[in-house]
């Protein structure tokens, strides 16, 4: 099922040109530490210098090397948002899931709470916890949970409802089949490909998301290479080296814009393969 | 009339119950979350005397749900502490912004709909064109920037490099040099661009459906000219998704109200926020958090109620 969804994003242009930015990034963020040419820690150059041979994109105002700041900062934009995405669906979706498919009086109460948990401000939940917190990793990734998992629950609920008034799924129960089996065999894979969709649009966001609050400077903390980080020192010094500035932002971006690409790809491959 | 009060009725206790459950978040996160919250409060050089100064009088002595309650009451009574940081009362600190964030959110509304209700409708209206691509690509691209990269781009391509425009708004207010007028056009601009896409792609969807509508093609048919099919067809149906599109944007421009005041030192609430997070200042952000938290809930249930007074339908039902 997976193979022939992902043989039809790439037959879109979108689909193969997120696909390709995504490998390049995935290659930034996975082996950016590893061929970075100094530390992302270390000052090894004149600071505010301009492109050289020995930093191809200059350096920052501490004479850090900026592009291994960018290779190496790849890491901390990416996996805390991702890690929480997948908490969200872990949280957000097994409980939609079980409650779509099962109905009854516990199904309207759980509509009711996941209505209340999307009417509150997202930011505004996220900045207090990590404002709160501080940068722990453990309260970033659970901020996102807490934040994604009712949007997320809310599509996995309707998708398993609906799975579950169709035929295939009353023949299974005509068949003697066990709920859980049901659940598994049957209702699973036809909510895959709605939750696929939302998986990736809430990577989107979460990840977006995290980059602002480094750049609010809630986030990651200093001397961190996040980008979003960089991007709020770059701006200080933009008009001396607008490098510490460009090299994060257009990373950032290319990031998005791959994200975005490969959502939408998603949403139309999963969008065609249901009519 | 008796159902559509009812109604009414059941969504603003819906929204009043989202309130506490967000003004408990609030609380229990300024509880909970850090490991000694009167030493993050008051910081490393407080003496033991001030801690336990501070514990019994923010009542963290007491277990938190007895705190939260106390707190909550103090909050409905007007009592909203003091900043930790300039002993100010809360309330003085953040009213004064409150007007300004405001009215930053609707200048940047205003912009937002300048700029994207004609690129939609002209990509509505022909859709499919070489014209609707171009805008819908271009409409792609910027909801896939992050908010502060616009400001952040605004702000430099405009005040550092052109210099046509001041960096900062606040500035202006503190030293009284420069043109006030101007210090809004940066940041209104960064916010307004932040909401241009999700509008933009609704109207172009509104448009698209109507300009298909056979009262439009009728109308064509019959020899009207197209301008005037235009405003007195397709327009006045598209009016009609205004207040859905509203309720959408709204998300959208609190996110952006914070990043772009932070962006262009503003003086609002939402930068206000911000610095408090770092400073540690716990009253201010509880007070912040709240009181944008209680905007965007209140608006949103003014916009639901506008709906369901505009729509029969769903003024009988309660559903479409």
Same mark, same amino acid.
């Given at each position: 099922m997976v193979p022939p969804l992902l043989r039809r994003v790439l037959s879109y242009r979108e689909g193969r040109f997120g696909f390709a930015l995504l490998i390049v990034i995935a290659f930034i963020?996975?082996?950016?530490?590893?061929?970075?040419?100094?530390?992302?820690?270390?000052?090894?150059?004149?600071?505010?210098?301009?492109?050289? =041979?020995?930093?191809?994109?200059? /350096?920052?105002?501490?004479? %850090?090397? +900026? &592009?291994?700041? @960018?290779?190496?900062?790849?890491?901390?934009?990416?996996?805390?948002?991702?890690?929480?995405?997948?908490?969200?669906?872990?949280?957000g979706g097994v409980t939609g899931l079980i409650s779509g498919y099962g109905g009854g009086w516990p199904d309207r109460v759980y509509t009711a709470v996941v209505n209340v948990a999307l009417s509150v401000p997202a930011l505004l939940v996220v900045l207090i916890l990590v404002?709160?917190?501080?940068?722990?990793?453990?309260?970033?990734?659970?901020?996102?949970?807490?934040?994604?998992?009712?949007?997320?629950?809310?599509?996995?609920?309707?998708?398993?409802?609906?799975?579950?008034?169709?035929?295939?799924?009353?023949?299974?129960? =005509?068949?003697?089949?066990?709920? /859980?089996?049901?659940?598994? %065999?049957? +209702? &699973?894979?036809? @909510?895959?490909?709605?939750?696929?969709?939302q998986l990736a649009l809430s990577c989107t966001q979460a990840v977006l998301l995290l980059a602002t609050l480094d750049f609010l400077g809630v986030g990651a903390q200093p001397p961190?290479?996040?980008?979003?980080?960089?991007?709020?020192?770059?701006?200080?010094?933009?008009?001396?080296?607008?490098?510490?500035?460009v090299g994060p932002a257009v990373a950032l971006m290319l990031l998005a814009l791959a994200f975005n690409l490969l959502s939408g790809a998603l949403q139309r491959a999963v969008a065609e393969r249901q009519r | 009339m008796v159902r559509t009060t009812w109604l009414f009725a059941r969504r603003s206790i819906v929204a009043v119950f989202t309130l506490l459950v967000l003004s408990a978040v609030v609380y229990f996160a300024s509880r909970l979350l850090p490991a000694n919250p009167a030493r993050a409060a008051l910081g490393k050089t407080a003496?033991?005397?001030?801690?336990?100064?501070?514990?019994?009088?923010?009542?963290?002595?007491?277990?938190?749900?007895?705190?939260?309650?106390?707190?909550?009451?103090?909050?409905?009574?007007?009592?909203?502490?003091?900043?930790?940081?300039?002993?100010?009362?809360?309330?003085?600190l953040a009213l004064p912004r409150l007007l300004q964030t405001f009215l930053l959110a609707v200048l940047g509304f205003i912009v937002g709909s300048l700029i994207a209700i004609p690129l939609g409708y002209l990509a509505g209206a022909r859709a499919d064109s070489r014209l609707d691509l171009a805008i819908s690509s271009g409409i792609v691209g910027l909801a896939a920037l992050p908010e502060f990269v616009v400001a952040v781009a605004l702000l430099v391509i405009f005040a550092v490099e052109l210099r046509w425009l001041p960096v900062t708004?606040?500035?202006?207010?503190?030293?009284?040099?420069?043109?006030?007028?101007?210090?809004?056009?940066?940041?209104?601009?960064?916010?307004?661009?932040?909401?241009?896409?999700?509008?933009?792609?609704?109207?172009?969807?509104?448009?698209?459906?109507?300009?298909?509508?056979q009262y439009v093609s009728a109308a064509v048919l019959r020899g009207i000219a197209p301008r005037r099919v235009a405003l007195r067809y397709i327009i006045p149906a598209?009016?009609?998704?205004?207040?859905?599109?509203?309720?959408?944007?709204?998300?959208?421009?609190?996110?952006?109200?914070?990043?772009?005041e932070t962006v262009f030192g503003y003086p609002g609430v939402g930068q206000l926020l911000v610095t408090s997070i770092g400073n540690n200042d716990s009253p201010v952000v509880e007070f912040c958090v709240v009181l944008m938290g209680t905007g965007y809930i209140m608006l949103n249930l003014a916009a639901d109620l506008f709906v369901i007074a505009l729509n029969p339908r769903l003024r009988r039902t309660g559903v479409m």
């Amino acid at each position: 099922m997976v193979p022939p969804l992902l043989r039809r994003v790439l037959s879109y242009r979108e689909g193969r040109f997120g696909f390709a930015l995504l490998i390049v990034i995935a290659f930034i963020v996975i082996g950016g530490p590893f061929i970075a040419p100094d530390s992302p820690f270390a000052t090894t150059g004149i600071p505010l210098s301009g492109p050289s =041979l020995a930093h191809l994109l200059g /350096t920052d105002e501490l004479g %850090r090397d +900026v &592009l291994s700041r @960018v290779l190496a900062g790849g890491r901390d934009v990416v996996l805390l948002p991702v890690a929480g995405i997948l908490g969200a669906f872990l949280l957000g979706g097994v409980t939609g899931l079980i409650s779509g498919y099962g109905g009854g009086w516990p199904d309207r109460v759980y509509t009711a709470v996941v209505n209340v948990a999307l009417s509150v401000p997202a930011l505004l939940v996220v900045l207090i916890l990590v404002g709160v917190g501080k940068d722990s990793p453990a309260v970033i990734v659970t901020a996102i949970a807490l934040v994604y998992a009712p949007g997320i629950a809310r599509i996995v609920r309707g998708a398993a409802q609906a799975a579950g008034r169709s035929e295939y799924v009353d023949v299974a129960r =005509l068949r003697g089949e066990g709920v /859980t089996s049901i659940a598994v %065999r049957e +209702v &699973l894979p036809n @909510v895959a490909g709605t939750v696929a969709v939302q998986l990736a649009l809430s990577c989107t966001q979460a990840v977006l998301l995290l980059a602002t609050l480094d750049f609010l400077g809630v986030g990651a903390q200093p001397p961190s290479p996040s980008w979003g980080l960089m991007i709020a020192d770059g701006e200080q010094i933009v008009v001396l080296q607008p490098l510490t500035l460009v090299g994060p932002a257009v990373a950032l971006m290319l990031l998005a814009l791959a994200f975005n690409l490969l959502s939408g790809a998603l949403q139309r491959a999963v969008a065609e393969r249901q009519r | 009339m008796v159902r559509t009060t009812w109604l009414f009725a059941r969504r603003s206790i819906v929204a009043v119950f989202t309130l506490l459950v967000l003004s408990a978040v609030v609380y229990f996160a300024s509880r909970l979350l850090p490991a000694n919250p009167a030493r993050a409060a008051l910081g490393k050089t407080a003496s033991a005397a001030q801690v336990h100064r501070f514990i019994v009088q923010q009542g963290l002595d007491h277990s938190a749900l007895a705190g939260y309650l106390q707190w909550l009451g103090h909050v409905l009574t007007g009592n909203w502490g003091t900043s930790l940081l300039s002993q100010s009362p809360v309330v003085q600190l953040a009213l004064p912004r409150l007007l300004q964030t405001f009215l930053l959110a609707v200048l940047g509304f205003i912009v937002g709909s300048l700029i994207a209700i004609p690129l939609g409708y002209l990509a509505g209206a022909r859709a499919d064109s070489r014209l609707d691509l171009a805008i819908s690509s271009g409409i792609v691209g910027l909801a896939a920037l992050p908010e502060f990269v616009v400001a952040v781009a605004l702000l430099v391509i405009f005040a550092v490099e052109l210099r046509w425009l001041p960096v900062t708004s606040g500035a202006i207010e503190s030293t009284g040099y420069g043109n006030p007028l101007l210090a809004y056009v940066l940041p209104a601009a960064s916010l307004g661009l932040v909401v241009v896409p999700q509008m933009a792609r609704q109207v172009r969807i509104t448009a698209s459906e109507v300009a298909r509508e056979q009262y439009v093609s009728a109308a064509v048919l019959r020899g009207i000219a197209p301008r005037r099919v235009a405003l007195r067809y397709i327009i006045p149906a598209v009016a009609g998704r205004v207040v859905n599109v509203f309720t959408l944007t709204l998300a959208a421009l609190f996110t952006g109200v914070v990043v772009v005041e932070t962006v262009f030192g503003y003086p609002g609430v939402g930068q206000l926020l911000v610095t408090s997070i770092g400073n540690n200042d716990s009253p201010v952000v509880e007070f912040c958090v709240v009181l944008m938290g209680t905007g965007y809930i209140m608006l949103n249930l003014a916009a639901d109620l506008f709906v369901i007074a505009l729509n029969p339908r769903l003024r009988r039902t309660g559903v479409m």
